[in-house]
Each structure stands twice: as C-alpha cells, then as structure tokens.
C-alpha cells in the first residue's frame, strides 16, 4: 500500500460521501492517525519494498493523548470508521492495553498475504496482487 494513494483515496471517498454521511471531524482525523501508525509499523522485505502489516497495535491512551480527547469521543470515531467499513477493530482483552486494528485498503491491488521478512519470521501484510489473473 502507498501511504499517499490511501490518504487521496480517503479525502476524495469523503469529499464524494452525501453531507448526511460524511465522517466527523474526529473520525478523520482519527482514520489519518492510523494511516500514520499503519505506516510506521511497515516492515523492510528480502527485495527492499516496505510492507504493511494487516494488523496493528496502538494504545488507546497514546490515542487519547494525542488527541487530547477522551477515551468515550475516540470510541465513537472509531465506530464512525468501522461502520463506514473503513476500519476493523478488535478492542484489548484486558483494560486500556493495545487494540488490533486493521484499516480497510483503498487500493484494489492489495491483499492480505503471509510474507517472511528480514528475520525469517512468517509475517500477515497487504502484498500487491493481479486483479487480472483469472
């Protein structure tokens, strides 16, 4: 994934949302934030390429900070998200640690696909595919 194909994937598919769906200030900025961390935990390949991982931590209060809002607003941009079905989430087994998010890809040429990466280790990231392949 190209982190900026997704981000002019993500303000035109806002721009062209009808006023009564589009996202929320706070969920934009939220979904933009994760684009960031998405990023951030890319993994160098064997040939060079930077991978995506499918999913990603973050800590909710890392959020929160950042954002200087509370954790009861971020629930609710992140709800915006998954129900625009930009976003899947999987919220911590214990309190206040890490959720497992995944952002749902713009980009049409891109799939979950298992990769090894530098350290030999098995790995779940978005690897290009053929959408022409039969």
């Given at each position: 994934?190209?982190?900026?194909?997704?981000?002019?994937?993500?303000?035109?598919?806002?721009?062209?949302?009808?006023?009564?769906?589009k996202l929320s200030e706070g969920a934009v900025a939220l979904w933009i934030y994760?684009?960031?961390?998405?990023?951030?935990?890319?993994?160098?390949?064997?040939?060079?390429?930077?991978?995506?991982?499918?999913?990603?931590?973050?800590?909710?209060?890392g959020i929160e900070h950042f954002f200087g809002r509370s954790e009861r607003n971020i629930r609710r941009y992140r709800k915006e998200l998954?129900?625009?079905?930009?976003?899947?989430?999987?919220?911590?087994?214990?309190?206040?640690?890490?959720?497992?998010?995944?952002?749902?890809?713009?980009?049409?040429?891109?799939?979950?696909?298992?990769?090894?990466?530098?350290?030999?280790?098995?790995?779940?990231?978005?690897?290009?595919?053929?959408?022409?392949?039969?």
């Amino acid at each position: 994934m190209n982190f900026f194909s997704e981000l002019e994937s993500f303000i035109e598919w806002q721009s062209d949302l009808p006023a009564d769906r589009k996202l929320s200030e706070g969920a934009v900025a939220l979904w933009i934030y994760l684009l960031y961390r998405c990023n951030c935990c890319a993994l160098p390949s064997i040939d060079g390429r930077w991978l995506w991982r499918v999913e990603f931590f973050v800590r909710p209060e890392g959020i929160e900070h950042f954002f200087g809002r509370s954790e009861r607003n971020i629930r609710r941009y992140r709800k915006e998200l998954v129900d625009a079905g930009r976003l899947k989430y999987q919220k911590a087994v214990k309190n206040r640690r890490k959720g497992l998010y995944t952002l749902v890809p713009f980009a049409d040429n891109v799939a979950p696909t298992s990769l090894k990466n530098l350290a030999d280790e098995t790995v779940s990231v978005f690897g290009l595919v053929d959408k022409y392949a039969g």
